[in-house]
């Protein structure tokens, strides 16, 4: 909803535990962060992520990350830095928040113009009231002020700007040898012992782990779309107030030379009529190509309708007759004619359609909402109150924390971009749980049966542990061999004598960055040689059949590094400066946040943290 969102880095929270309650997650001078304030913000900012990776986050990967400390020290920042606009005093007119939402493209209908209808459906669906909305504008549009005081003025200093321009641009070539299972050698097959052995010793990598059975009803404009019939009587209705947008205007090349009377313009056109060119009559009049041109447009983008009719009534190469305008008395000349393609209604009917049905679907949600929310009231499960409500149920038989089945493979049937895993291993059998939000609408779910996490039996996943055994020996040989060439190179021995004697294939690579993608190279062999200084010899590992680095190893040497000058005027230049500056300036609103955190005062309730991430369930 337009939050600002400011990249603070990483600071400090003082941890404190002292008159909370139930409620109250954090305290920010005489400000308070509820925990349900936070959890709201934690879970958009995990389906938003979601989206990005393609599938859902799981609270523990969420965590890992350190997503809940990120969305944390956010919060507890803005709040801060609210605290600090109150202190000293500023303000925003009512006009100014005004123009800020009816600006905001998110209130805005097809034509561009500001919607009060959508504007409220928008408020509702995200749980906010117009009074509500327009204070946090108020509070973002002071943040910025703040923000923008604090950090005027700062630029990186050249010598950054070298430093950084070396890291990113940077560039190195190698020569390398490849070692892979052929070079191994013969591995044989692990006795039942040595299997046994192994296994024992990595347990914990084949556990089978806690699997959930999940069902969920998705509400969004998008799906009820789908159930929607739109007649060809509703999409013609909007195709023709749309037609312009739909077909392609008759472009033309046009050219004015504009007067400041009738009579000039006139005395012009009857030198054109006894030969003059147009071109020459500019000349006379001092003006240029630039001048005159106008450039390939359509009729609709030329201000002024006289011109624009008078442009197109003509024929290619011919000139008007002197046209009384807005500006001016004009001659215009019309050059190239690129004909307009006119719109077929077959062709963006589906598209019509589609729109008209989420528009449609925008206003249903609400209701459809509140009447699964009385039935979850009533105690109905989801599948019952989705039978009730003709509404679609999904029920997924079994997911771990990861996303995947019990097969390994992630689990079908969960739209893109919705995170039901996470909520549903942060609750329990038997919860009603809070409706997720996704796509401008709600997604409920309940969590049918729990499958505890256990130790497999060697027997369930014997040939896992075989492949993972044999691609440990596998690795091991080749990082001997690996080892022993590099060994060799450094006492003086030639790389391409000691490639044939082993009989190894000498590479060359073209020039890369330290962040480049090289064909045949593993990722591993490029960070490597960034680490090596230019003439000596390396070696790196790739990946195995379980991404244990057993499927090969890379021997190279640095044969060249080059770094090229810094130009200050150059595009990529710029655009690393701003990159600069923006961290310059992260840092500087980072520093006065902490600042002020101290001065104000922070105290945070790291158990509501807990509860609010699911830390507090898995930690059960």
Not at 119 to 143: D, I, K
Not at 352 to 378: P, S, T
Not at 420 to 437: I, K, M, W
Not at 533 to 561: H, M, N, Y
Request: aromatic letters at 6%.
């Amino acid at each position: 909803m337009g939050v600002l969102i400011v990249s603070f880095g990483i600071w400090g929270i003082a941890d404190m535990f002292k008159g909370f309650g139930q409620s109250t997650l954090a305290k920010i001078g005489h400000t308070e962060i509820s925990t349900e304030q936070f959890r709201q913000v934690y879970t958009d900012r995990l389906q938003q992520i979601g989206r990005q990776f393609g599938r859902p986050l799981t609270s523990d990967q969420a965590r890992a990350f350190g997503l809940d400390r990120q969305v944390l020290q956010q919060m507890v920042a803005e709040a801060a830095l609210d605290e600090d606009a109150r202190r000293l005093g500023l303000g925003q007119s009512e006009e100014a928040v005004k123009k800020m939402i009816l600006d905001d493209p998110n209130f805005k209908n097809p034509n561009g113009a500001f919607d009060p209808v959508r504007f409220t459906q928008t408020l509702r669906q995200y749980g906010f009231t117009e009074q509500r909305y327009v204070a946090e504008q108020r509070r973002v549009s002071l943040r910025r002020q703040i923000a923008n005081t604090v950090s005027a003025g700062l630029e990186p200093p050249k010598v950054m700007l070298e430093a950084a321009n070396r890291f990113a641009n940077e560039q190195r070539t190698i020569e390398y040898v490849k070692l892979d299972a052929a070079q191994a050698g013969t591995i044989d097959p692990p006795s039942p012992e040595a299997l046994a052995s192994y296994f024992d010793d990595h347990k914990t990598q084949f556990r089978a782990p806690e699997y959930r059975k999940i069902s969920f009803v998705v509400v969004t404009p998008d799906e009820i779309a789908k159930w929607s019939n739109i007649s060809d009587e509703d999409a013609k209705k909007v195709f023709e107030q749309r037609r312009d947008k739909f077909g392609t205007p008759e472009r033309r090349e046009i050219s004015q030379i504009v007067f400041p009377s009738a009579e000039e313009a006139q005395a012009a056109r009857t030198k054109i009529d006894a030969g003059t060119s147009f071109d020459e009559l500019a000349k006379e009049r001092g003006l240029t190509a630039g001048d005159v041109n106008l450039g390939m447009v359509a009729k609709s983008d030329i201000i002024d309708p006289t011109v624009a009719n008078a442009a197109f009534s003509l024929k290619p190469d011919e000139v008007s007759q002197p046209a009384q305008g807005k500006f001016g008395v004009a001659l215009v000349k019309v050059g190239k004619i690129e004909p307009g393609v006119e719109p077929n209604y077959e062709a963006v009917a589906p598209a019509i359609k589609r729109d008209i049905a989420v528009e449609r679907a925008r206003q249903a949600v609400q209701g459809l909402h509140d009447k699964m929310e009385d039935e979850r009231g009533g105690g109905a499960s989801v599948i019952d109150a989705a039978k009730k409500l003709g509404l679609t149920a999904v029920t997924i038989e079994a997911v771990d924390r990861s996303g995947r089945s019990p097969d390994g493979k992630p689990v079908a049937g969960i739209p893109t971009g919705l995170d039901v895993v996470s909520p549903a291993f942060a609750s329990d059998v038997g919860v009603d749980n809070d409706p997720l939000q996704l796509g401008g609408g709600y997604v409920w779910f309940d969590v049918l049966s729990i499958t505890p996490t256990r130790e497999r039996n060697i027997d369930e996943v014997k040939d896992q542990v075989e492949t993972r055994w044999r691609d440990e020996q596998i690795a091991s040989r080749l990082k001997t061999k690996a080892t022993d060439l590099v060994q060799k190179m450094d006492q003086g021995g030639k790389f391409a004598d000691e490639a044939a004697a082993s009989g190894l294939k000498l590479e060359t690579s073209a020039p890369f960055k330290r962040d480049a993608k090289v064909a045949g190279v593993p990722d591993t062999a490029v960070e490597a040689a960034f680490r090596t200084p230019k003439d000596a010899a390396g070696q790196a590992q790739g990946l195995g059949s379980q991404g244990l680095g057993g499927g090969e190893a890379i021997v190279f040497r640095v044969t060249d590094v080059t770094v090229p000058p810094l130009d200050l005027a150059s595009e990529d230049t710029k655009k690393l400066k701003e990159t600069l500056q923006r961290g310059l300036t992260d840092e500087q609103i980072a520093q006065y946040v902490t600042k002020l955190e101290s001065e104000i005062g922070t105290t945070v309730n790291e158990s509501a943290v807990a509860v609010a991430t699911g830390a507090a369930s898995s930690n059960n």
